[in-house]
């Protein structure tokens, strides 16, 4: 089954950029997701885009900041995160999402082989 490997994480200073990379073992049509967890809260769905990146949806808290996207030549999915606040920080998570884009509601059961997330870390 595939693998997916998440990287980009790092500190950056509130209004920052940064772009993180969820790398796919082989290639997958699936769609993938990007989910964050920060100390002490529940997964946060970020957003998630369809199998060749036609449709994207976001979660409140990434609408106008983040913005998703896919390479399926290098079965990478980006999530380029920009105008960054402290209350972003957390560990950021891709996965792949259970059935079609649009029957995958934005919670976290709904997705499956999860990487082992990369951390962010914005200082004010």
């Known amino acids: 089954q595939v693998q997916l490997e998440e990287s980009g994480g790092g500190l950056v200073q509130a209004g920052g950029s940064l772009r993180l990379s969820c790398a796919a073992s082989?290639?997958?049509?699936?769609?993938v997701g990007w989910f964050r967890q920060a100390p002490g809260k529940e997964r946060e769905f970020v957003a998630k885009?369809?199998?060749?990146?036609?449709?994207?949806d976001y979660g409140d808290s990434a609408k106008g900041r983040f913005t998703i996207s896919r390479d399926n030549a290098v079965n990478t999915v980006y999530l380029h995160l920009n105008s960054l606040k402290p209350e972003d920080t957390a560990v950021y998570y891709c996965?792949?999402?259970?059935?079609?884009?649009?029957?995958?509601?934005?919670?976290?059961?709904?997705?499956?082989?999860w990487g082992q997330g990369t951390q962010v870390t914005v200082s004010s």
């Open positions: 996965a792949i999402g259970r059935g079609p884009f649009y029957a995958i509601s934005r919670i976290a059961s709904n997705f499956d082989l």
């Open positions: 082989r290639r997958t049509f699936s769609t």
């Open positions: 885009i369809n199998w060749d990146g036609g449709n994207t």
